[in-house]
């Protein structure tokens, strides 16, 4: 077959079937999914208002700039126009980073465990990977990071799927020890979560000539299925992205709906203080069945499980209608990782869970 040899490095993604049909297959009346990291609560009013007025241009091609979207999202951060770069969900900057800064032979850094796309947006390259181990708590060792060799390094900032946060002068003293030939790329994804915020869009405004950081409306602004993510980066990082970034990577009703989005900033507010009250009653939740969670600064909640049969756990769950996240193709395999969602699935998810934790 035609095909490039270093395909066979990448693992690709193993959708599992529609909540629906997993509903019907297990003969349950309904389906509590805690396993993606979405948001709780739907899309906000504006954006439904929005995408719904832009289908009336469904026969368009969409503005390839994102002109109105890239605007607001520069005032906002404070940055040039030209250093904002639009995607199709922040999984596609990724591969995208991949494609500008790693040629067949090079090497990837990421912290692991953590997000698998940065595997694949090396491996697709014919780069390598150096996985670097966390230090006490699942905390990303960084100077463990600095010690490695690499063109890009991945960060997770909270990470995904530990939940942990980075300590925001670490982070300065590690982005000023990175060589100039080495990319950071600081993914941002659940930013909105984390208490203190980190800071990646004014790092950039700094000037860092090595940077590029990302942003996603698949969290906290409830746009998941439409795929919206964006890059802030230097001049040289940004002009490169858009060199591969394919034309009309976001669809118009997606634009329309994220920019309506960043007009909520009080519903935004309110779904995020729900997720700080949540995400502590997971803790407690797993922690009193006997699992060990790990306090986090996302919307979800890492938890060790006491006989490391993570799957297993998963797989109970699964049949009394909750879906959670094993955390093998992550890097955790005696791990699950479980969404916050809406009180009522929350508490559910609690009632449940030291039956079939129990059940090992």
Known sequence: MPLRDVLGNVDPYRPQPPMEVLAERLGLPRMVKLASNEGAFGPLPASVEAYHAAAAGLHRYPDAGATPLREALAARHGVPFDQVVIGNGADELIRLCGAIALDAGDTAVVPWPSFPSYLSAAAVHGAGVVRVPPSEGWATDLDAVSGMRG??????????????????????????????????????????????????????????????????????????????????????????????????????????????????????????????RARERLRVALDAAGLGPVASQTNFVLAETPDGDADGLADRLLRKGFIVRALRGFGAPRAIRVTCGTDEENAAFAAILPEVVSRT
């Open 151 to 276: 063109r890009v390094v991945f960060l997770a900032n909270p990470n995904n799927p530990t939940g942990t946060l980075l300590d925001r002068e670490r982070v300065r003293r590690f982005l000023g020890e990175l060589p100039p030939r080495v990319l950071c790329v600081l993914d941002e994804a659940y930013a909105e979560y984390a208490d203190p915020a980190p800071e990646g869009p004014a790092l950039v405004a700094e000037g860092r000539e090595n940077l590029c950081v990302l942003r996603t409306f698949s969290k906290a602004y409830g746009l998941a299925a439409l795929r919206v993510g964006y890059a802030i980066a230097s001049p040289d990082v940004a002009a490169a992205l858009n060199r591969v970034r394919p034309i009309f990577n976001v669809n118009q009703p997606a634009q329309e709906a994220a920019l309506a989005a960043l007009g909520e900033a009080a519903a935004v507010t309110e779904r995020v203080a729900h997720v700080h």
